[in-house]
């Protein structure tokens, strides 16, 4: 919960404003392709993180596991584009229906 944070603003409850200049946000492994975006963070990302979560628990591996690169900005870039190249169908096609 280290990351969590109001959504809305009291006392007229607005929504927080978008914005599309953050920096990825949380662990590379489990964060979305949002945060890899930079945009901010919502409530559908961290069932998105709770998604890949699940996958590992039950495969064992993401797709995106044991990449490794001289550096820490390449890593992020190939780990981006294999979420952005994986389909869900594909992502879970080891996990029990």
């Not at 945060?35 to 797709?63: A, K, M, Q, W």
Request: charged share 25%.
């Amino acid at each position: 919960m280290g990351l969590a944070k109001k959504y809305c603003h009291s006392p007229n409850k607005t929504h927080i404003p978008r914005s599309t200049e953050k920096s990825l946000t949380g662990t590379v492994r489990f964060a979305s392709l949002h945060s890899h975006n930079g945009e901010e963070l919502s409530r559908r990302d961290d069932f998105i993180s709770i998604g890949y979560l699940i996958v590992l628990l039950f495969t064992g591996n993401l797709p995106w596991n044991n990449i490794w690169c001289e550096n820490k900005e390449d890593r992020y870039k190939q780990i981006k584009n294999l979420k952005e190249n994986t389909s869900n169908l594909e992502l879970c096609k080891d996990c029990p229906h």
